[in-house]
């Protein structure tokens, strides 16, 4: 089994670099074509190389004026199809319906996503924790597994309390991974505490994002992308792939189904 995860950054090829931001404003509030096109094209041959049968997206738009696509995992799905691999795809507001977030321009479409390789028998139901302005947690069930993709708030007091909610959302599951972008910006000490109330282990890929502007005032990590298991998973690899898909690099675990 493998399971692939990236924060996609929209797809708008910001790679963290601060000339970017400054230089290319318009990506962040009109998009770019040729921007999204070639992350896009990157994120898809990184997944036609690995061939998971989980991926979990996080930072896609699903409509906005910043895509020129009607859903970008519905695209990365049908560029997948040209390879000759089919995927269910789904993707969710990460904010909720509920959200006053999800009723304003752009925000409303902004989601995320899990691609299921079609020849695998899955069921995909949305959790929406009670804490954060993000709050989706996307659950794939395959057999005994269940696969939760997760993007954690970026204040600390907001990812602790979702990690607590999280640590009740796994607690009846028999086999799990939990997987995304933690925002894990105080270090991975602060997943101890759900490691000591689940059970779960934790599997570092290693440096999931290149400096990036301001870090030094805000983290020293490098390390913001994990998974984390049940005991029963045997992990036979764990690591960050060297391309830069947005100002993260994907991740992928593999172990023994």
Do not use: W
């Not at 921007?35 to 990184?46: F, I």
């Not at 400096?211 to 005032?217: A, I, S």
């Amino acid at each position: 089994m493998k399971i692939l995860a990236c924060n996609a950054g929209y797809l708008l090829d910001y790679s963290g670099a601060l000339s970017e931001y400054v230089l290319k404003p318009h990506r962040a509030m009109i998009g770019s074509e040729r921007a999204e096109e070639n992350a896009t094209e990157r994120l898809v041959e990184v997944i036609a190389d690995e061939r998971p049968e989980v991926v979990c997206l996080v930072e896609v738009d699903q409509g906005s004026v910043r895509t020129t696509t009607d859903g970008q995992v519905d695209r990365v799905a049908e560029l997948l199809a040209e390879r000759g691999l089919d995927y269910d795809a789904r993707a969710d507001s990460k904010y909720g319906d509920e959200n006053v977030l999800a009723q304003l321009p752009v925000l409303e479409h902004l989601s995320n996503g899990v691609l299921v390789r079609s020849d695998v028998a899955a069921r995909t139901v949305t959790h929406y924790l009670d804490t954060g302005p993000k709050r989706l947690v996307t659950e794939a069930a395959l057999g005994d597994l269940s696969v939760f993709a997760v993007h954690l708030a970026m204040s600390g007091r907001g990812r602790r309390s979702q990690l607590a909610e999280i640590a009740e959302l796994v607690a009846d599951h028999e086999r799990v991974v939990v997987c995304g972008d933690f925002n894990a910006y105080d270090g991975l000490d602060e997943v101890e505490e759900l490691l000591a109330e689940t059970g779960l282990v934790l599997h570092n890929p290693g440096e999931t994002v290149p400096p990036r502007p301001l870090d030094k005032f805000v983290t020293e990590t490098r390390t913001l992308d994990l998974f984390l298991t049940s005991p029963s998973i045997e992990v036979t690899r764990c690591d960050v792939i060297d391309v830069q898909v947005s100002d993260h690099r994907p991740v992928v675990l593999e172990f023994a189904d």
